[in-house]
Nanobody, 129 residues
Framework: QLQLVESGGGLVQPGGSLRLSCAAS????????IGWVRQAPGKEREGVSC????????YYADSVKGRFTISRDNAKNTVYLQMNSLKPEDTAVYYC??????????????????????WGQGTQVTVSS
């Protein structure tokens, strides 16, 4: 079965950190650009961060720049999102997405509103005191 599986979400206090993981099953991630998108209740879906599979270029939304870091370990077939200095407004369900379209830039991937090759099931991140 081809799927992406996220983990690492949870409840954290403001200012805290979490690391999300996205593991691929049934296919290899090194053929795909990978992104993290989030959806909060009542808000539009937001592309948070994306990473290329060709040159490791990255993109970050302004809302997370300087606080979040995306990385990939192709040997482990896993992509990570390190989230530091978390704020209540980071509360959302975070989804891992993958796409093989080589014409997309990483910013283009993060700006897409759906249509990815693969979606994960999502992991809840709640930032609250």
């Amino acid at each position: 079965q081809l799927q992406l599986v996220e983990s690492g979400g949870g409840l954290v206090q403001p200012g805290g950190s979490l690391r999300l993981s996205c593991a691929a099953s049934g296919f290899t991630l090194d053929h795909y650009a990978i992104g993290w998108v989030r959806q909060a209740p009542g808000k539009e879906r937001e592309g948070v961060s994306c990473i290329s599979n060709t040159d490791s270029s990255t993109y970050y939304a302004d809302s997370v720049k300087g606080r979040f870091t995306i990385s990939r370990d192709n040997a482990k077939n896993t992509v990570y999102l390190q989230m530091n200095s978390l704020k209540p407004e980071d509360t959302a369900v975070y989804y891992c997405v993958a796409d093989s379209n080589t014409l997309l830039t990483v910013q283009g991937l993060c700006m897409m509103d759906g249509g990815y090759d693969y979606w994960g099931q999502g992991t809840q991140v709640t930032v609250s005191s």
